[in-house]
């Protein structure tokens, strides 16, 4: 080989070598949605049947890649699953573990996450026994969560969605150090992202628990945040000082936050949900 030859070698190898290096590093994005859907309940105006056509709407248009809801009853899930026909989705009901009560689903868009594996707990002091309240919890409650695979990168990164209690403050410390605990067991290694209407803010323990964890919310990361500070809001009801931010999505270092909004839409003056949705866009 002439000296020439061996110098292009060497050339063309840096720069494959430099390539290769930048694919490593690049970064991909992820669109990630929580949201308390309001369960089907006889709310007049607001009950599921008037809010669903445009429940839908809202998430053809946004369009997340993945999204964590709450209070979905199987009524619900049903419609959604009907019209969602993107996405995947996994979860189990509250009370027997199965279909019965509300669940907390996560759904993924199926072109761009292969499911690895899935699975549900319940959040009391027997995980595996559904449909007991744990702790002082006025409710049983469950966490679920799933195993993914981008498509894009090829990378697995582990997804848990819960609600906690909306009173029992030992039943949220709890309930949140039990998904951290099962986090731990089922991906250790894996970048973790964990949702949910938390029914609590920040500055009480189970946002001081995630972050000494080494998780942060989205708020805490995103340089740009944007919509009203609260996300439940009672279809408009609530008082200013019941004007709350309790949904949350917190990600492990592995991923950076570019920017999140609360959702404020009204379509034809007519509330989604008595919580509004929380979107991210998040990169690792």
């Avoid at 080989?1 to 290769?20: D, H, N, P, Q």
């Avoid at 994005?29 to 859907?37: A, E, F, G, S």
């Avoid at 669940?103 to 996450?113: E, L, S, V």
């Amino acid at each position: 080989m002439t000296r020439f030859a061996k110098s292009l070698l060497f050339i063309v190898s840096l720069v494959i070598l430099g390539f290769s290096h930048a694919l490593a590093k690049s970064k991909t994005d992820i669109c990630i949605m929580t949201y308390n859907i309001r369960l089907s309940a006889d709310d007049g105006v607001n009950k599921w049947t008037n809010r669903s056509a445009d429940n839908i709407k809202m998430l053809e248009y946004y369009s997340p890649d993945l999204i964590g809801m709450q209070e979905v009853r199987p009524d619900q899930l049903a419609d959604l699953d009907a019209n969602l026909s993107s996405y995947g989705h996994v979860g189990a009901g509250r009370d027997d573990g199965k279909n019965e009560g509300e669940h907390c689903p996560i759904f993924y868009k199926k072109n761009r996450f292969v499911l690895i594996k899935s699975g549900n707990f319940a959040l009391s002091e027997n995980p595996n026994v559904y449909g007991v309240k744990g702790w002082d919890a006025s409710y049983p409650r469950i966490a679920t969560w799933a195993i993914l695979k981008d498509r894009k990168t090829g990378k697995k990164i582990a997804y848990f969605n819960t609600h906690l209690d909306n009173d029992g403050v030992t039943a949220r410390r709890e309930g949140i150090k039990l998904v951290l605990e099962r986090a731990k067991q089922i991906a250790p290694k894996l970048p973790l992202l964990i949702s949910g209407d938390f029914n609590c803010t920040d500055a009480t323990a189970p946002f001081d628990i995630l972050n000494a964890a080494g998780l942060k919310s989205i708020y805490q990361l995103s340089p740009i945040v944007y919509g009203p500070k609260f996300s439940y809001h009672d279809y408009g009801r609530a008082k200013p000082e019941e004007l709350e931010l309790l949904d949350y999505v917190f990600v492990s270092k592995a991923f950076d936050v570019k920017r999140c909004r609360v959702i404020q839409d009204k379509p034809e003056g007519h509330y989604l949900s008595d919580h509004y949705p929380v979107i991210a866009q998040i990169q690792y």
